[in-house]
Every structure is written in structure tokens, then in C-alpha cells.
């Protein structure tokens, strides 16, 4: 019965912005690590941020730091991911990732699409 549900995916124009959306639920969402990762079409999947249980910590692929923002709402069991300044290199399937130990679960991906 675990599930993550991802949304808000969309084509967005160079330099726009999109704001993700995770919900997650079947686990005990607070005590896991959250992660949101992609997959360019022809390209492996890559991790894109990750924030730790209580959202004390974050860290960022290169490419996406100081334009992408991960958080996430315990009360809610949600996680987000804001992008900003978006590039077609951004154009991907978005995947979101829980992480505890040796469980890791998967949400069905949305896709993001950066063009003009």
C-alpha cells in the first residue's frame, strides 16, 4: 500500500518555473529521507536533491543548485520541489524517492518538458 504520487509536471518555457509535488503515504513518511531524482530521455537516472526526515539537511546535484529548492511538509507527508530558471536541459521524467536503510520506494514519475 505504499504510494508516492507525483504532480505538477508541465511544459514550461525556458526560465520558467514549475513547482512538484510528492504525496506519500503507507509508510512512515517522517523517518524517511526524500529524494527527488530524473531521467532524461537517453540518459541515466540522476539524483536531482534530497532533504533528511526532519528537513534539517539538503543537498543538490550540481546542476540543479541555486535553482532548485527541495522541502517538505511532515503534517501533510509531502514533499516539494521548486525549480526555477528552468533549462531544456531540465526536461526530464521526475521521480520521487523515500529511503530508509535498505527500504526505497518509488513514485510513477511526472514529466517535465522545458521548451519554447
Known amino acids: 500500500q505504499v504510494q508516492l504520487v507525483e504532480s505538477g509536471g508541465d511544459l514550461v518555457q525556458p526560465g520558467g518555473s514549475l513547482r512538484l509535488s510528492c504525496a506519500a503515504s503507507?509508510?512512515?513518511?517522517?523517518?524517511?529521507?526524500m529524494n527527488w531524482y530524473r531521467q532524461a530521455p537517453g540518459k541515466e537516472r540522476e539524483l536531482v536533491a534530497g532533504?533528511?526526515?526532519?528537513?534539517?539537511?539538503?543537498n543538490y546535484a550540481d546542476s540543479a543548485k541555486g535553482r532548485f529548492t527541495i522541502s517538505r511538509d511532515n503534517t501533510k507527508y509531502t514533499v516539494y520541489l521548486e525549480m526555477n530558471s528552468l533549462k531544456p536541459e531540465d526536461t526530464a521524467v521526475y521521480y520521487c524517492?523515500?529511503?530508509?536503510?535498505?527500504?526505497?520506494?518509488w513514485g510513477q514519475g511526472t514529466q517535465v518538458t522545458v521548451s519554447s
Open positions: 532533504i533528511t526526515p526532519f528537513g534539517g539537511s539538503t
Open positions: 503507507g509508510f512512515t513518511f517522517s523517518t524517511y529521507y
Open positions: 524517492n523515500a529511503r530508509l536503510f535498505r527500504d526505497s520506494y
